[in-house]
């Protein structure tokens, strides 16, 4: 079993559509969660990131966790051409971060 | 703040022939990263220091691959011999405290082994 799984995708929304995003995970001493987005051939930058269980907004971006379901989930609204990239998943107990394959969003004009 | 730097941006190389990585972390990030991200999947984390004491060095392919990071802040990653499979982006990460591990990541280096 992977340690963090996630959709591979590729997803395809049109412009203004709500993306979203999945993501669960295997240890449940994981304390962590985060949302890197990567830009095709850049590296990975962080966007959100949620410690609790709840939802997590900042601008267009609610993060989502369940630590009792061993997921999150990330929502982009209002989404723009942008926003067209390979989101990862990454998870951390301690210092440990371990990261999904990703998933492709394509944000159709 | 200036973010992570890595050298260099590309590589090409033969197989068997050995290369080696530069990483200069953010200032007073204690934790280091290198992550192995081939085309199309997830970084994999190759090895991981905290200062300059190796963590996690579990999915590091030790015949081939070795790092260090003298005096606790730059670090370098060398691969010999390199194979086909090597082909990827070595990924420099660091981040500040040991339970945030809230990384910043560095530009990469593009590897091809031809």
């Known amino acids: 079993q992977k340690e963090v799984e996630q959709n591979s995708g590729p997803l395809s929304v049109p412009e203004g559509a709500i993306a979203s995003l999945n993501c669960t995970y295997s240890?449940?001493?994981?304390?962590?969660f985060f949302w890197y987005r990567q830009y095709s051939g850049k590296s990975p930058e962080l966007i959100m990131f949620?410690?609790?269980?709840g939802d997590k907004e900042d601008g267009r971006f609610t993060a989502q966790l369940n630590k009792a379901s061993q997921y999150v989930s990330l929502l982009i609204r209002d989404s723009q051409p942008s926003d067209s990239a390979t989101y990862l998943c990454?998870?951390?107990?301690?210092?440990?971060?371990?990261f999904g394959a990703g998933t492709t969003v394509t944000v159709r004009a | 703040e200036a973010g992570v730097a890595q050298s260099p941006r590309y590589k090409i190389i033969e197989k068997r022939q050995s290369v080696a990585f530069w990483c200069n972390p953010i200032?007073?990030?204690?934790?280091l990263y290198w992550y192995q991200q081939i085309l199309g999947q997830g970084p994999k984390l190759l090895i991981q220091?905290?200062?300059?004491?190796?963590?996690?060095d579990s999915q590091l392919p030790k015949d081939r691959f070795s790092a260090e990071r003298l005096k606790g802040v730059d670090s370098t990653l060398k691969i010999q011999p390199a194979k086909l499979e090597d082909s990827a982006v070595y990924l420099c990460?660091?981040?500040?405290?040991?339970?945030?591990?809230?990384?910043?990541f560095g530009q990469g280096t593009r590897l091809t082994v031809v």
């Open positions: 220091f905290q200062n300059n004491g190796v963590v996690d």
């Open positions: 949620i410690y609790s269980n």
């Open positions: 240890d449940r001493g994981s304390q962590s």
């Open positions: 990460a660091s981040s500040f405290w040991q339970s945030t591990t809230e990384a910043f």
């Open positions: 200032s007073g990030h204690a934790t």
């Open positions: 990454a998870v951390s107990r301690g210092d440990k971060l371990s």
